[in-house]
């Protein structure tokens, strides 16, 4: 089992930035795979930005450019610089990991709102 903790979210302006943070615990030597997903409300789950252990890095579209996503494999942690925010990067933003044994893990979330 690999347990994640998301921290950093918050209300911010349009503009302004923000950084997420995700600590995981557990088999954590059996993480491969880490990332971040965001859902507003009546719409899908979806990709945010993805890193690997060799820090291989893969962005959606809508944050290329503004969000930059970074791990340190010694510390089991996980974090997401996200500048130049928006109101429609408001949303439920989680942590996600997959494991070499094939299993996947959620953290609980972390609420950003970007408004004025």
């Known amino acids: 089992q690999v347990q994640l903790v998301e921290s950093g979210g918050g209300l911010v302006q349009p503009g302004g930035s923000l950084r997420l943070s995700c600590a995981a615990s557990?088999?954590?030597?059996?993480?491969?795979?880490m990332g971040w997903y965001r859902q507003a409300p009546g719409k899908q789950r979806e990709l945010v930005a993805r890193?690997?252990?060799?820090?291989?890095?893969n962005y959606a579209d809508s944050v290329k450019g503004r969000f930059t996503i970074s791990r340190d494999n010694a510390k089991n942690t996980m974090s997401l610089q996200m500048n130049s925010l928006k109101p429609e990067d408001t949303a439920l933003y989680y942590c996600n990991t997959d494991t070499h044994d094939g299993n996947t893990y959620w953290g609980q979330g972390t609420q950003v709102t970007v408004s004025s």
């Open positions: 557990g088999r954590t030597s059996s993480i491969y795979g």
């Open positions: 890193i690997t252990r060799l820090r291989t890095t």
